[in-house]
């Protein structure tokens, strides 16, 4: 008789553990997928703006020039990334119109999640040389502190790729409603060489 009852209350103890079990093994997996990801990203968009800043900025001011090489270099080197990495470039192309010397590709085609994949590059970022900040999401420049601060000219390249997480499904189980961010940004930055 007292065998039952310790099958019965391990059952018991199992069907209430369970659901915490499965989210804390999605978790792990969700979370790891996101942290690799997340380096990517940042590998990926440090390489762009290497290979970017490495280029003459003298294609940055001619006119005749949509997209200038510098900057197509960079895109090249981050959508030849995601082919090579088997993972989807939502079907960005290499079309965008600049503003000042930032261009902005954005695509949400091919099945990509939204908001897709964005890729921000800036060939004339600017931050002040006694310090390093952390560059942002969208690659805007820092202001200057004054007339007689050096200033570093530089490329910031930024990818910010949609990622459809599975945890917050799982943690809905449990009665949670976290909201996880819809997108991971990796962010690069390559002081220009010319």
């Known amino acids: 008789m007292a065998a039952r009852d310790d099958r019965a209350a391990q059952l018991a103890e199992f069907a209430i553990t369970l659901p915490l079990l499965v989210c804390f093994v999605v978790g792990i997996f969700d979370f790891s997928s996101a942290f690799t990801l997340k380096q990517k990203l940042t590998n990926v968009a440090r390489d762009a703006a290497r290979d970017a800043a490495g280029d003459p900025s003298n294609d940055l001011s001619s006119p005749n020039l949509s997209i200038p090489a510098s900057v197509l270099d960079a895109f090249q080197v981050v959508d030849n990334y995601f082919i090579a990495n088997n993972l989807n470039d939502c079907g960005v192309t290499a079309t965008g119109s ?12 091919n099945g990509c999640t939204p908001p897709g994949l964005t890729i921000i590059i800036n060939r004339g970022y600017y931050f002040p040389a006694s310090q390093t900040p952390t560059p942002s999401a969208t ?56």
């Not at 000219?153 to 009665?175: D, E, H, N």
């Open 98 to 109: 600049p503003t000042g010397l930032t261009w902005t590709f954005s695509s949400n085609k």
């Open 139 to 194: 690659c805007v420049s820092q202001a200057p502190g004054g007339t007689n601060t050096p200033v570093i000219v530089a490329t910031c390249v930024s990818i910010q790729y949609a990622y459809p997480w599975r945890f917050g499904r799982v943690a809905s189980l449990l009665g949670r409603t976290d909201t996880l961010p819809n997108q991971i940004t990796g962010t690069g930055v390559a002081l220009n060489e010319n």
